[in-house]
């Protein structure tokens, strides 16, 4: 039977388009970075990769053969031990503690069913670890063994945030959750009007402070979880606040930049526009915050709101940049770099090449 | 541009529908599929005419005489048959073309299902940039993407006794099968060398065994669009009294008596 050539192509055009798109393990995030002394860890593709800062040269990555189902995108945790904790974002769902200095694997938790989007919260007792099947794990530092979990409505993409006394984990449910610190029972559960993405922060009188798809930043009372004060902003927020001295910092979708009162979430000044949709976390130096943006722009804000300088790279940037020494490190995704070394006033210092 | 005039409007005509259903993405994608086959209805009377255009040509005293005059040279048959199409205004390739054009819609609505889905956070960044700024959609975001015992963001397979079925495809593979057969009139002429009877043996076979693996290799929304697809078909055929039901049966059993 002959088959017409329109047909044929068509055909296969179709099929290479869908079937293209659902058997590769696609780039489902951004790569995730973080630094210790003189190394940085980055987390992109099929490997964790550590990089001197001093030489700009990968010092190991794990795992050494990339794997079938493996991809790491979110941000690697250093414990204080030496572990560098982090889940695999591919179809294998394991979350695996490497020796930050060897690369050696310490464990393996495989107790999860969908893959790793956020970072996990590491203290001496627990690792709080969020899964995007809505459960967050609490394992033994130790062993990874499972101390307890919890399971909420939704995937938990961002990190968990501690007082000491409760775990707070927002879930794309709408919900933000308290946890007992010891047991995982649920204090309290607030819900708000839109997919908390981001990772709350906890301040230190007694609020946490939480994002959401919604259009608003809330302050909510750790204890009881009720609302506090609400702060509009022009579009979702993905971006986790940080806080210093009682102002809140962070980036909404629009690219819009805020700082808040903690206290009551007026502004300590009017929001600038500088950026494409902030995702990340913005990083707070000796003298400015620092927001990136995925349009590739990085700006440094000082605590007064007065631009100090901008900056604009090759490629999309969603991850929170780093401090590292002298330097500040953003990781830009569909770049010809890597990593990219910044100096204190902006300029280019040194880029890590692509890592295949 | 092709977000622009495609994907941007399936996700947010898809969003729309699912929140004024109650938040079920399914019937969503079932509600989504009729208003497409609304929207291409011309494209469908287009084909009914072309095809009925067609077969009223193959029947007339020209093509038949035709057929006897050069059986043994296809090539010139061929040369033949395309002036007399001309002549006659009869597009061969009318019937097929709005199956053709189902294509890009197709795709688009993988894109779409996959979009307003975003299981993972880049496609949820994709979400945010396709989202209308008068959609207002953040209590509905992320989609329930639960409806019966599927998953529409994920491939779909049914466990039975342990074993992991693929009925969503199953069922996709033998509806478009059967929408096929009922929706496609019997050839007018049994030359072999006629493009569009050879096109539509073709499409019978190839459709099903098409849209089967796309179902079993994609999110079951996908699927559930192709089988709410045929079904509207089936029905809008019907509607038309266009179905032959006659075709479901076996060939020879469905041929005319001999006078």
């Known amino acids: 039977m002959k088959v017409k050539p329109v047909v044929f192509f068509l055909v296969l055009a179709a099929g290479l388009l869908l079937g293209g798109c659902a058997t590769s393990l696609p780039t489902n995030s951004w790569p995730g970075l973080t630094a210790a002394g003189s190394t940085a860890y980055l987390a992109s593709g099929q490997h964790v990769y550590a990089i001197n800062l001093n030489t700009h040269a990968e010092v190991w990555r794990f795992p050494e053969e990339a794997q079938n189902g493996t991809l790491f995108f979110n941000t690697p945790v250093l414990t204080e031990d030496g572990q560098l904790i982090i889940g695999s974002s591919g179809t294998d769902h394991n979350l695996y503690s490497i020796d930050a200095a060897t690369s050696d694997e310490n464990w393996v938790f495989s107790g999860a069913s969908k893959p790793w989007m956020g970072p996990v919260l590491a203290t001496p007792e627990a690792i709080y670890a969020p899964n995007s099947n809505g459960t967050l794990y609490a394992l033994d530092p130790a062993t990874g063994a499972e101390l307890w979990n919890f399971t909420a409505t939704d995937a938990l993409w961002g990190q968990p945030a501690t007082d000491g006394e409760r775990i707070f984990i927002g879930s794309l449910d709408h919900f933000i959750y308290a946890l007992d610190v010891r047991s995982g029972r649920l204090l309290w559960k607030t819900e708000l009007e839109g997919a908390i993405a981001g990772g709350p922060v906890a301040g230190p009188d007694g609020l946490i402070y939480v994002v959401s798809f919604s259009n608003t930043v809330k302050a909510l009372s750790a204890v009881t979880g009720s609302v506090q004060w609400t702060a509009e902003t022009e579009a979702w927020v993905w971006s986790s606040p940080v806080l210093r001295e009682n102002v809140l910092y962070f980036g909404d979708l629009n690219g819009t930049l805020y700082a808040l009162d903690a206290s009551d979430g007026s502004q300590v000044w009017e929001p600038q526009q500088p950026n494409g949709p902030v995702v990340g976390r913005p990083l707070v130096t000796d003298g400015a915050v620092i927001f990136a943006g995925e349009d590739g722009k990085v700006v440094a804000i000082n605590f007064d709101g007065k631009s100090i300088w901008p900056n604009e790279f090759d490629g999309k940037i969603y991850t929170t940049p780093v401090v590292a020494g002298d330097y500040i490190l953003i990781a830009p995704m569909n770049a010809e770099f890597s990593l990219v070394a910044l100096t204190s006033n902006g300029a280019q210092a040194w880029t890590v090449p692509l890592l295949k | ?259």
């Open chain 2, 1 to 259: 541009m092709w977000n622009t005039l495609i994907v941007y409007p399936f996700t947010n005509a898809l969003l729309w529908i699912y929140g004024i259903i109650g938040n079920n993405f399914g019937l969503a994608i079932i509600l989504f599929t009729i208003l497409i086959r609304a929207l291409t209805y011309p494209l469908t009377a287009s084909q009914m005419k072309q095809t009925a255009a067609m077969q009223e040509m193959q029947k007339s005293k020209q093509w038949q005489e035709m057929q006897k005059k050069y059986k043994d040279d296809k090539e010139r048959l061929a040369q033949e048959q395309m002036k007399l199409y001309k002549e006659l205004g009869v597009n061969p390739f009318g019937s097929c073309l709005p199956t053709l054009i189902q294509f890009p819609i197709i795709i688009g609505l993988y894109q779409s299902i996959v979009r307003a889905m975003a299981s993972t956070p880049l496609q949820m960044l994709d979400l945010t940039r396709a989202i209308y700024p008068f959609m207002n959609v953040s209590d509905i975001i992320p989609l329930n993407s639960k409806f019966l015992w599927m998953d529409l963001g994920a491939p779909e397979s049914l466990t039975i006794f342990g074993i992991a079925i693929p009925f969503l495809a199953i069922v996709v593979a033998a509806t478009t099968w059967v929408q096929s057969k009922l929706t496609m009139p019997p050839p007018a002429t049994n030359n072999p060398g006629d493009p569009s009877a050879q096109m539509g043996q073709s499409m019978t076979l190839m459709m099903p065994l098409m849209l089967g693996w796309f179902t079993y290799i994609s999110p079951a929304g996908l699927g559930l669009y192709f089988l709410a697809g045929n079904v509207v078909s089936v029905i809008q055929y019907a509607m038309m009294g266009k179905v032959d039901w006659k075709n479901l049966l076996p060939k020879q059993a469905a041929q005319p008596k001999k006078k």
